[in-house]
Each structure stands twice: as structure tokens, then as C-alpha cells.
């Protein structure tokens, strides 16, 4: 399992007498803790061009409605590696320190940063992690007709942008909205949030309704 720690920078200056001076200089501020966690989050996202083509290809159609949603077909979370789930994968994953675990896994001590509010958190318990895309919202854009094994995987995705550690209270706003009806109330996430949603919903073929997509086509075409 990956581990991340606080970057450092070396900066080395010649000097009249060619020798070298280094500094480094431990970015322990929120705003450069962010900078570190947005780098690990960012680098699994498809470009901005790339997400307007995925755009453009998903499907429009109204939400299922029925069969009804059902939040237990969604197996979720499940082991990842020897007693660490998903959810404690992503604490770690999204950490700006690295992060002290117990015997069960569970993170003790560890440093965050919220990007749907823009906020650090310091304590696990202050986090849930959010799935970009609902779970409900999957359900009503095509989830309903897949397979448990499918769902599952939609659930626990650590490979496509689809889970984010954020605040309980950010995460609790959101609900199982579209981004037609909630947005992070951190202006300077919404463009890497916009081109998650349209990378997972295109990679999980899911439908989006016409608000739904007129709201990420004039996101996505200022960004």
C-alpha cells in the first residue's frame, strides 16, 4: 500500500564560489497541504478536452425511478488489503501527512484537507468518504440493471475518480444531488469535481438527465 508524507523541496543556489547552498522547506501550511493532497487526487483525472468528449457521448435520459433504490445492493466497504477497507484506504490515499493506523487499521493520527469546502481536518472521524458519483444517482442512471459484482465495484472504485475524503458536513450538503442541485462551496474544486463526475459516468456508461447535463457543459466549457 502506497504511503504519502508532506513533500520537501531542495532548492539548491550556486554561489560566487561554486558552492552550493541548500535549503528545504517543509510546506506545513493548510494551502500547501492542499496542494499536495489535489497533486495524488488529480493525476487519476482525464484531462479537461477529454472530459468534454466524454460529455458529449453520455446518453440523456430521465432518472429510473423504479425498480426503487436500494442503498444495501451496493456492497460497500469492502477489504483492500489484509485489514484495511476501502474507506480506510482512502484516508490514507488522501492524507497530507502520513498516516498512523492501528491494529484493525483504523487511522489514529493523520492530517487531511476537505476539498469540497476547503477546510483541513485533522481527525478521521471529522471525514466521510464520498462517492462523486451517488450511489443513489448510479441506481437511477443505469446501476439498477447491473450486476451485484458490478455495483460492488462501482462502490469501492479506487481506481477511476469515483472516492474523496471530504468533511461530514460537505459530504452531508451533497447528499445524493446531481451537480444541477449541489456544487463544492470551494470555487476552485469545481472544475476537477465536473471532469470527475463525467470520467466516472463515462467510464460506468450511466445516463444524465437534461439538467444534469447542461449544468456540466457550462461548468466544463469555463474551466
Request: hydrophobic share 35%.
Amino acid at each position: 500500500m502506497r504511503k504519502y508524507y508532506i513533500l520537501k523541496q531542495r532548492l539548491v543556489f550556486p554561489s560566487p564560489t561554486s558552492t552550493a547552498c541548500t535549503i528545504r522547506s517543509l510546506h506545513d501550511t493548510a494551502t500547501s497541504a492542499a496542494r499536495v493532497a489535489a497533486a495524488k487526487k488529480i493525476e487519476i483525472l482525464v484531462s479537461i478536452a477529454t472530459a468534454k468528449t466524454y460529455l458529449a457521448e453520455l446518453k440523456v435520459a430521465p432518472p429510473v425511478t423504479e425498480p426503487a433504490y436500494d442503498r444495501k445492493k451496493f456492497q460497500h466497504w469492502i477489504t483492500i488489503s489484509g485489514k484495511c477497507d476501502t474507506r480506510e484506504t482512502v484516508l490514507k490515499r488522501d492524507a497530507t501527512v502520513e498516516v498512523t493506523v492501528d491494529s484493525e487499521c483504523k487511522a489514529t493520527a493523520g492530517a487531511w484537507y476537505s476539498d469540497y469546502d476547503g477546510i483541513p481536518v485533522a481527525n478521521a472521524t471529522g471525514l466521510d468518504i464520498d462517492h462523486i458519483v451517488p450511489l443513489k444517482e448510479g441506481w437511477q442512471a443505469g446501476a439498477w440493471n447491473w450486476t451485484a459484482t458490478r455495483r460492488k465495484e462501482f462502490a469501492n472504485d479506487l481506481i477511476r475518480p469515483q472516492l474523496l475524503a471530504v468533511s461530514a458536513s460537505s459530504n452531508r450538503m451533497k447528499g445524493d444531488k446531481d451537480p444541477s442541485k449541489w456544487m463544492p462551496s470551494n470555487p476552485s474544486y469545481r472544475c476537477t469535481y465536473i471532469r470527475a463526475w463525467i470520467q466516472v459516468k463515462y467510464y460506468y456508461e450511466l445516463t444524465v438527465d437534461q439538467a444534469e447535463k447542461d449544468t456540466l457543459t457550462e461548468i466544463i466549457n469555463a474551466c
